[in-house]
């Protein structure tokens, strides 16, 4: 066990003695959580095996998942990637800084624990001012969300001490970080896949290439629920959410409702808290919804009736909504 530092940071105009303060740590092979424009990170000096592993040991992840490398120059990909394809290059050019993540065949020096024993290394260029000034201070930065294996990814400095308080050096403190949608991943490395949907819409990736890609498999990892406490419970009419929200309350369940839909439906039940969530990530993040719920002891979230087939943005929330609710 030891001390977390909580560093306040302005998310605009971060203070260099504090960004030094943390790069410092990150050279010394010690982990620093840090806020990017979708989720907070878990960042370790991505050159360093060593503190590479720390990063599996502070969440419980498992050892053979690769991490994605985060940087903020170019001289960081000539580092870490021995070549870039046209189609890279044209992703880069277009979507970075910013939520997607590019899988290229890796150098040797990018240690094997990085790789998770793979031939490629996924790299992503943040656009938080927070993030770049740490990678400018400390170097390329291997960055999973920061929380535990399976939790909710944190969209708060709250939420990574939930997770992570006593198990790594620092948390930089900014705030929340919006919308709460990882980075869309995907695979260049022999071929052309999306293995998580995320940030970048797909239809977006596939219109600037010219490319039809494989879709990720709701039968992978990244489907299995999330470990919380709160279950989630989806409704393909309203009178079967309110069929169910009555019957919950009346087993004396804390019930919660997630609005959908824009016209506000006036129910018979009373719920113990309403939120609201956007599909399309225009509002509060689906994260932030899981774990307000589970700080106010809501045991169960019904969601209103929404399209599953939206396409952009709405897809990559729905496949979390669907993870979720999966258990």
Not at 149 to 170: C, F, M, N, Q, W
Not at 281 to 288: E, L, W, Y
Not at 310 to 320: E, K, Y
Request: charged residues 25%; contains cysteine.
């Amino acid at each position: 066990m030891i001390k977390t530092q909580y560093l306040k940071v302005d998310v605009q105009h971060p203070d260099a003695s504090v960004i030094r303060q943390a790069a410092q740590m990150i050279r010394r092979g010690e982990l620093v959580a840090f806020p990017t424009e979708t989720v907070y990170g878990l960042g370790a000096d991505a050159m360093q095996a060593d503190a590479a592993w720390k990063i599996f040991t502070a969440k419980g992840r498992p050892a053979d998942h690769p991490l994605l490398v985060h940087i903020s120059r170019k001289e960081h990909i000539e580092m870490l990637v021995k070549d870039i394809s046209n189609e890279a290059r044209q992703l880069m050019g277009h979507f970075w800084p910013g939520p997607i993540s590019i899988i290229l065949p890796a150098r040797e020096q990018v240690p094997d624990i990085v790789r998770g024993g793979t031939s490629g290394v996924g790299l992503r260029m943040p656009s938080n001012p927070v993030a770049i000034a740490l990678i400018n201070a400390a170097g390329p930065l291997a960055a999973p969300s920061a929380n535990l294996y399976g939790r909710p990814s944190p969209t708060s400095a709250e939420h990574v001490k939930a997770d992570l308080d006593g198990r790594i050096a620092a948390v930089l403190d900014a705030g929340e970080t919006g919308s709460g949608l990882e980075s869309t991943v995907v695979d260049l490395n022999g071929g052309f896949k999306i293995l998580r949907r995320g940030g970048i819409p797909t239809e977006d990736i596939e219109a600037l290439l010219g490319i039809k890609f494989e879709l990720p498999d709701v039968a992978t990892d990244e489907k299995a629920a999330y470990n919380s406490p709160v279950q989630v419970i989806l409704n393909q009419t309203l009178s079967d959410l309110i069929q169910r929200a009555e019957a919950l309350q009346q087993a004396a369940k804390s019930v919660g409702l997630v609005r959908t839909i824009e016209a506000k439906h006036i129910y018979p039940c009373r719920f113990a808290k309403e939120y609201m969530l956007k599909i399309d990530v225009a509002g509060q993040s689906f994260f932030s919804i899981l774990r307000d719920a589970e700080n106010e002891k809501i045991d169960i979230l019904v969601f209103e009736p929404f399209d599953e087939n939206n396409g952009g943005l709405s897809q990559a929330v729905i496949d979390r909504i669907n993870r979720a609710a999966s258990k």
